[in-house]
């Protein structure tokens, strides 16, 4: 199973991006995956959570900095997670990283793309 993101970019406060991965090496694709969500990692700071999605139902969990702000979709056809992020503040700035989880006996684990890098200047 392999995650590749895009879409990070220096940005502007106030400004917004697109996040994207693409998950391949499954036959299913991303419905393979029970959970998929981005995670981030800040310059000397521990990894946090940013938003999570259930394959299977769609109900999203998003960080409260986040909220009103960020969304979390998908497209099975494209087999693609997206995070589309506006209104950016420099606290936003980050690695940000794609994570899967599977509980498919085929696919069972939990999976991290290489991260793509956000940087929001004030």
């Known amino acids: 199973v392999q995650l590749v993101e895009s879409g990070g970019d220096l940005v502007q406060f106030g400004g917004s991006l697109r996040l994207s991965c693409v998950i391949s090496?499954?036959?299913?694709?991303?419905?393979?995956?029970?959970?998929m969500g981005w995670y981030r990692q800040a310059l000397g700071k521990q990894r946090e959570l940013v938003a999570t999605?259930?394959?299977?139902?769609?109900?999203?969990n998003l960080r409260d900095s986040v909220k009103g702000r960020f969304t979390i979709s998908r497209d099975n056809t494209k087999n693609t997670l997206y995070l589309q992020m506006n209104n950016l503040r420099p606290e936003d700035t980050a690695v940000y990283y794609c994570?899967?989880?599977?509980?498919?006996?085929?696919?069972?684990?939990?999976?991290w793309g290489q991260g793509t890098p956000v940087t929001v200047s004030s």
């Open positions: 999605m259930t394959i299977s139902n769609g109900d999203t």
């Open positions: 994570n899967a989880k599977s509980g498919n006996s085929l696919y069972k684990g939990e999976y």
């Open positions: 090496g499954t036959i299913g694709g991303i419905i393979d995956m029970d959970v």
